[in-house]
């Protein structure tokens, strides 16, 4: 007997049986093996979105201070302050611009909430709806509520506003103002009036006279169209969307010569 031939076939019966078991071990059914790393790409996965939420919560969160306390987009619904604004554009309104004992000045493109102004009862509407519509607009991606308005202040407190005079201008304070400002081959206004801005308020209208709904639309009502200061939310200092009409809104000097009100008037 070649005993030696025996333990050759037994060594290669021995390899090919170890080699079976490890291929059995690490073949397409040997899950556990393969288990461990795939636990571990799907956790990496969780954390990554979880992370990347918590991300953008937290500069959600920091925009909506951000719009509340300092700087808010505000989106131009109409065309009422064409050409200085265009529908769709978005302006920032500098919320910090009469914050510190500053006052709107004749001339300030102002945004305003028109509560017991220019609206004598707001829209009721859906709690939750009303939240989310409020966060999109504080952002800048929808409309604003519908209490709010952008104008051009034209009277502060004291000031007489009188339209028209013989060469169809406003006047403040018995100075006639050149509107540059105002849409070309509108009047200044086709409705006339002759008002005393009482202290504490604002005159405000539109720069497309024709197409604005402002002041001059609220004389017979409570108030008579007059703005209280108090309810100015901001004053409208740039343009930033689109990026072609990137700029600053245009300051005027269009009542540079009107003088102060007469002393002890208050309308």
Not at 7 to 19: K, L, M, P, Y
Not at 103 to 109: C, L, S
Not at 123 to 145: D, F, K
Request: with cysteine; glycine share 12%; aromatic share 6%.
């Amino acid at each position: 007997m070649d005993t030696e031939a025996q333990h050759t076939e037994r060594d290669r019966s021995s390899e090919t049986e170890e080699r079976s078991r490890s291929a059995r071990v690490s073949g397409p059914d040997a899950g556990p093996s393969t288990e461990p790393e795939d636990d571990r790409h799907e956790a990496a996965a969780v954390w990554s979105w979880r992370r990347t939420g918590a991300v953008g919560g937290v500069c959600v969160v920091f925009l909506l201070l951000l719009s509340h306390f300092v700087m808010q987009p505000f989106l131009i619904p109409s065309g009422s302050m064409e050409p200085t604004l265009q529908v769709g554009d978005r302006i920032l309104v500098n919320k910090l611009a009469y914050r510190f004992g500053d006052q709107p000045r004749r001339g300030d493109v102002v945004v305003f909430d028109g509560t017991g102004s220019f609206l004598q009862e707001p829209a009721e509407q859906n709690p939750v709806t009303g939240l989310l519509r409020g966060a999109a607009a504080s952002l800048g991606l929808a409309e604003p509520a519908e209490t709010d308005f952008v104008k051009r202040v034209v009277g502060v407190g004291g000031d007489r506003v009188v339209c028209c005079d013989g060469n169809g201008r406003l006047t403040v304070n018995g100075v006639p103002v050149e509107e540059r400002y105002v849409l070309l081959g509108d009047a200044a206004s086709k409705v006339p009036f002759d008002i005393v801005v009482p202290q504490g308020t604002l005159w405000v209208m539109g720069d497309h006279r024709s197409q604005s709904s402002d002041s001059r639309d609220h004389l017979g009502q409570p108030g008579g169209g007059m703005v209280p200061v108090e309810q100015v939310v901001g004053r409208a200092d740039w343009i930033a969307w689109p990026f072609g009409r990137w700029s600053v809104v245009p300051a005027t000097g269009a009542f540079d010569a009107v003088p102060a009100p007469a002393a002890g008037r208050h309308g």
